[in-house]
């Protein structure tokens, strides 16, 4: 079949390179504009355009996905199918071209966690299992019906970062067993149930302050679910601190650690030599790793051979 791949992320890529190695044809690649960064305003692209310019792929990047000429040039290029991995909400003038139409790969087991930040909300929930979802594209977004759906276990010791590599190679996977399913035209749709459906809001800097009026739990999956980007954290003492691993304490590793001479306390946080340790709604939980503002990533470990959160 003849298909244009759009994408704007890494999370992409691998489907992207999926189809390239398959007996597939990739007439052309979306995403997203390029952007100007640093002083100097030099000009990035997205890691889906790079790959694409990389190996010599047609690429188009439109401001707007409405513009009637690239939509024109969409139509000329006579596609049998859109393949939509981590990119923009298509307009329904552009998804229905395709004469085998346009499916989206999206993070989850749809219809849970429908919207932009799947993984995130996830682990910030504290599921145990996840998964990928391939579904053709209709106006609502993230609403079609169901074409594979492929079940993936969390880790306890799983974060934002973890998770995405394995649901970017498994939804590799899933994109390539899809089209093989629409070429042959042996499948059969799943209508999602919207009953169960549950939203995945965009992650906004509100979202990943830490409360230590919360559970324990709900910190230690927040910082899961926001590791290592954007990062979840805590202001104190006028200075903000990005957290990103931490551990659960129980009842009696907590009475060892509270007893020791060396433990010093402020606005529930705990402090010794090796441990950093807060005080939340219903339990203590460990720091592992944070940032201090305007400094690098460390360990609990080596922030207290130069910093105090004690002062």
């Given at each position: 079949m003849k298909i244009i791949?759009?994408?704007t992320p890494e999370f992409a890529i691998p489907s992207l390179q999926k189809i390239l190695q398959s007996k597939h044809e990739v007439i052309a690649v979306v995403s997203?504009?390029?952007?100007?960064r640093g002083r100097g305003?030099?000009?990035?692209y997205s890691p889906v355009k790079d790959f694409a310019l990389k190996n010599k792929l047609e690429i188009y990047n439109p401001v707007s996905l409405k513009d009637p000429e690239f939509i024109s040039t969409l139509k000329e290029l006579k596609?049998?199918?859109f393949v939509v991995v981590a990119f923009r909400i298509l307009p329904k003038e552009v998804y229905s071209i395709p004469a085998k139409g346009s499916f989206n790969l999206h993070g989850s087991l749809l219809p849970q966690y429908r919207g932009a930040a799947p993984?995130?909300?996830a682990l910030i929930n504290g599921d145990k299992q996840t998964g990928v979802t391939t579904?053709?594209?209709?106006?609502?977004?993230?609403?079609g019906n169901i074409i594979v759906q492929e079940k993936l276990p969390i880790n306890d010791e799983d974060d934002f970062g973890s998770l995405h590599d394995k649901m970017m190679m498994l939804g590799a996977d899933v994109v390539l067993r899809t089209i093989h399913f629409i070429d042959s035209g042996s499948y059969s749709l799943t209508k999602q149930n919207d009953s169960l459906a549950s939203p995945a809001p965009k992650i906004t800097k509100e979202?990943?302050?830490?409360?230590?009026?919360?559970s324990a739990l709900g910190i230690h999956n927040l910082v899961r679910g926001l590791s290592p980007y954007p990062g979840a954290y805590f202001n104190h003492n006028g200075k903000s601190y990005k957290v990103f691993k931490t551990k659960m304490v129980d009842g009696g590793q907590w009475s060892v650690v509270n007893s020791q001479s060396n433990i010093e306390s402020k606005d529930k946080i705990y402090q010794s030599r090796k441990g950093i340790f807060v005080q939340t709604k219903n339990g203590v939980l460990q720091i592992l790793e944070l940032q201090p503002e305007d400094r690098k990533r460390m360990t609990a470990e080596e922030f207290l051979r130069g910093y105090s959160l004690i002062n």
């Open positions: 791949f759009m994408g997203t504009p390029d952007k100007e305003r030099h000009i990035t596609p049998d199918l993984i995130q909300w579904f053709f594209l209709e106006d609502k977004v993230d609403t979202i990943c302050e830490i409360n230590l009026n919360q």
